[in-house]
């Protein structure tokens, strides 16, 4: 089986709780199944949130994976791993590895093993500009409750916006997202992803706090316009 926690778009993670149900169905089903976490989101909390440990200490049958594109900000590397409590399994990955790709880039894992050095450092700085990212979003979604709906997301630069089907019928969906492309903006729209055109991906991580501002001022416009329209 294989999930993702916090998962994309939303970067809602899956409560522990639930993951100990999952891996109890899995040992009473097929005690030889594997459940493959993807975490690359995880330590990408906000402010002082409390980071959760990795799911890779709950079972020898979770293999977890993650990389340095998301909470490390260092994507171009192409790096990432792979942990599990399995010994067995530890060596049957790393066999795998050699036996595919007999090594990677030298440069990017120079790179790679600088950033780990200052990992620390790093996360605390994301979590400070996700968490103010965070905070500006939280406050639009509030103001704009009348319109819109979301989950608050536990990790991550992203979350999942709905427009309220109450408001917004299937044509105005459509108006929304012409408005927002009119204005010079862009929106992650719910069919990319598996869902509905009413979801739509918000990212927060990526713009200072005044250009975020001023990109959440174009939806609230684009909102306001269609939805009064609709309504």
Known sequence: MSLASPQN???VAIPRTVLAEVLSVIQARCPDALLLL???YRCAVYGDDVLVPSAA???PNVVV???LSKCHGVPGVRIGWAITRNAELREQLVMGKFSTVISNSAVDEMVALRVLRKADEIIAAQRQRLGEGLAHTAAWVERNAALVEWVRPDAGALCCVRLRPDVF???AVARVYAGISARNARVGNGCWFGDE???FRLG???LAPQELDAALDVLTATLHQVGLRAA
Do not use: Y
């Open 169 to 171: 019928d299937s044509a």
């Open 38 to 40: 993807d975490e690359t």
């Open 197 to 199: 055109p009413r979801v």
């Open 65 to 67: 994976t993650g990389s």
């Open 9 to 11: 778009p939303s970067d």
């Open 204 to 206: 927060f991580g990526l």
């Open 57 to 59: 200490t709950m079972s």
